[in-house]
């Protein structure tokens, strides 16, 4: 971050301050456990603390001011706000706008974090770029990301999740973003949101933040993307289908033990590529950073060899082999969306082997549950899995859908799930060229039977 002064930070929020003098601010922090000195600390409020309990802590580590909601005592000038949480975002959001600085905002419904991360590799060929840490894409992760960035950077590319309606509206209008890029409509938080229509409604809120002369990257494959209002911006639309309009387009992917091939055609010049990543879906959301970097200058053949090595973060869809037999690791999250394409990659992948599912719950689904988990099933019956195991409240709507070849489990049972995922590794039922998809929400904890069958196969 770049320094700024306290009084310039009163004059662009909602704020009273009675200090008369001046302070240079050297970060702005909300964490009494990393404040250093010449900080300004932000006392957030939450459902389980309360950082006005903290002040002092904060101002013995260094603390040089503190925004705060309510008076308190302390040593150093306090600067009374509404809401501090609020207070953060205008901050942020103030701070950004004295960067020259170009913004590339991400959301979807599945993808955001892979894509975002491929947009930064391509655009690092040309640029210094600044990217969202870890998932810091929420109304206050999105603007502690923002007060990281300084003047050593060109692009900064930043990640933005939501749940519900208003809250892409509030981090847009922090990153004021040059370029916007929309994944996918799935069906994620459809439970809050209750419809895909609502779901795609909270995504396009981006465009208002998006600054005038701006560009929109979309799927044109996705329908709820390609028909929805674009308010007059300019759209990219990206895809596999060249009849709807994309001006980037992928054909001939082929996906093995290695990763996927594809071939790019951009303005009728082709050009061959490969990332170490299973699937279709995962060559959409290499087109889109692709184009970020034509919209910056970069050729395609300069962004696809950027890609070539990619390794996603842990828990996204990456294969781990032992004793050749493929393991598809994918369960930092999931929705019907999600799951679907993940089970697409277990079929495609590797056509000689049999193919297995260990599957958890998706969660956040609310009335929609019951009926999204017993389509679960049915897709895995349509794919002809050679097994499956699922575990979650809505085991018995999953076995409705699949009633052969699987076996259910409450979300209760789960020292009765392990037992059966450790039969299953120990049965010698699994050969070479044998895949296995690991999948589930993060609440499922889907790595610990991933961890177990590892250790057992």
């Known amino acids: 971050m770049n320094t700024l002064k306290l009084s310039e930070i009163v004059k662009n929020i909602d704020a009273a301050c009675d200090f008369s003098g001046d302070i240079v601010i ?8 990393t ?3 010449g900080d300004l600390f932000i006392a957030l409020v939450g459902e389980k603390f309360d950082g006005h309990d903290y002040v002092n802590k904060a101002v013995e580590s260094g603390a040089v001011a503190v925004v705060c909601s309510k008076p308190v005592d302390t040593t150093v000038p306090v600067v009374i706000v509404p809401d501090t949480e609020k207070a953060l975002q205008q901050i942020a ?13 991400v959301t979807g419904s599945n993808g955001k974090t892979t894509t975002r991360n491929m947009i930064t590799r391509v655009l690092k060929t040309k640029y210094n ?6 998932n810091f894409n929420n109304e206050i992760g999105l603007p502690k990301s923002v007060l990281e960035i300084d003047n050593s950077y060109d692009v900064a590319v930043l990640e933005m999740g939501m749940n519900h309606l208003g809250e892409i509206s509030t981090l847009t209008n922090i990153a004021k973003p040059d370029l916007a890029v929309i994944t ?29 002369g701006g560009t929109i990257v979309l799927n044109a494959d996705d329908p709820y993307l390609y028909s929805a209002d674009k308010k007059g911006f300019n759209t990219a639309f990206i895809g596999f289908d060249k009849s709807k309009g994309a001006v980037l387009t992928a054909e001939n992917i082929v996906s093995n033990g290695e990763g996927t091939s594809f071939t790019v055609d951009y303005n009728g010049k082709k050009t061959d590529g490969f990332i170490p990543l299973p699937g279709k879906y995962n060559v959409a959301n290499l087109l889109e950073a692709v184009y970020c970097g034509i919209y910056f200058g970069i050729d395609v053949k300069t962004a696809l060899a950027s890609v070539r090595d990619y390794a996603p973060e842990a828990m996204r869809t990456d294969v781990i082999e032992k004793n050749g037999i493929s393991v598809i690791r994918d369960y930092y999250n999931s929705s019907p969306d999600s799951a679907r394409v993940g089970l697409e990659t277990l079929k495609s992948y590797n056509e000689n082997g049999k ?33 499956v195991f699922f575990i979650g409240k809505d085991y018995v709507s999953f076995g409705d859908g699949m009633p052969e ?11 009765y799930f392990l037992g059966k995922i450790e039969e299953f590794a120990k049965s010698g039922i699994l050969k070479p060229d044998d895949v296995i998809l690991v999948k589930g929400s993060r609440g499922m904890k889907m790595e610990e039977v991933y961890d177990l069958l590892i250790e057992l196969i």
């Open 26 to 33: 050297q970060d702005v922090n909300t964490d009494t456990r």
């Open 184 to 212: 996918n409509i799935g069906k994620a938080h459809i439970g809050n949101l209750g419809s895909q229509e609502n779901i795609c409604k909270a995504k396009f809120e981006i465009l208002e933040g998006l600054k005038d």
């Open 355 to 387: 193919k297995y599912a260990l599957l958890g719950e998706m969660l956040e689904l609310g009335e929609y549950s019951a009926d999204e988990h017993k389509k679960l099933g049915e897709l895995c019956a349509k794919h002809d899995l050679d097994g």
């Open 35 to 37: 404040t250093k000195k």
């Open 129 to 134: 770029v600044y990217s969202t840490k870890k």
């Open 93 to 105: 959001a103030y701070y950004l706008a004295t960067l020259d600085i170009r913004v590339v905002a």
């Open 405 to 415: 070849k699987a076996i259910c489990c409450d979300a209760a049972e789960r020292e």
